[in-house]
């Protein structure tokens, strides 16, 4: 039996007021062999090493054809297509006239969207049995916005660099929000900051 979470989160339209989600407990991530175990059992007709050959096949040949401009279909699971975007050192551009132009060695894949079939989706909500979980309240810093910045400056003063969990732990910010503000607070001029790797791998050091 798996269960859910109800998380509280801000009004988008800025009237001060919490709004509540629900969204399913993660027990864990399975690995591949898990999954191919899972699906190669005993009586399935199935093997590992078809499991394997069927995955590694799928893993070679989407990226391939979504990068010709397909998107791929899979019955009973959902639509793969490709999410573009202007590379990190680049600006987007408008329809105004005389602005320069972007040209293709600007651009770049940056995600792969999914869109579940709806039959998955009707499956998987007829082998779910909830469960009430844990609340999750929204965390709220007790210090100002001004306040924040310079927790954060400080911070880079006397280490090396600056991890999101940092910010997050001297601010009282959640992980996600701590993401987003810092993000915004690099394009202010005043920061002493700056964003440093990409990914997972991402830091702020000193500017």
């Known amino acids: 039996m798996a269960k859910y979470i109800k998380k509280e989160i801000a009004d988008l339209n800025g009237t001060g007021k919490t709004q509540a989600y629900y969204k399913l407990q993660t027990l864990r991530n399975l690995s591949q062999d898990e999954f191919i175990d899972k699906c ?99 965390r709220k810093s007790r210090y100002t916005l001004n306040e924040r910045m310079a927790l954060a400056r400080d911070f880079v003063e006397h280490n090396t660099y600056m991890r999101v969990s940092d910010y997050a732990a001297i601010t009282g910010l959640s992980q996600s929000k701590a993401s987003i503000e810092l993000r915004d607070l690099c394009q202010m001029p005043d920061a002493g900051f700056k964003p440093q790797g990409r990914g997972s791998h991402k830091v702020y050091v000193k500017a």
């Open 40 to 138: 190669a059992y005993p009586g399935s007709g199935v093997t590992s090493a078809m499991m394997k050959a069927v995955l590694g096949t799928l893993a070679f040949q989407l990226p391939r054809l979504l990068a010709l401009g397909y998107s791929v279909s899979i019955d009973g699971l959902g639509t793969f297509s490709t999410r573009l975007g202007v590379k990190k050192d680049k600006v987007k551009e408008s329809f105004q006239e005389g602005e320069s132009k972007r040209n293709a060695q600007s651009i770049e894949v940056n995600g792969i969207s999914f869109r579940a079939d709806k039959e998955f989706i009707r499956n998987t909500d007829r082998e779910c049995e909830l469960e009430r979980g844990d609340d999750c309240r929204l």
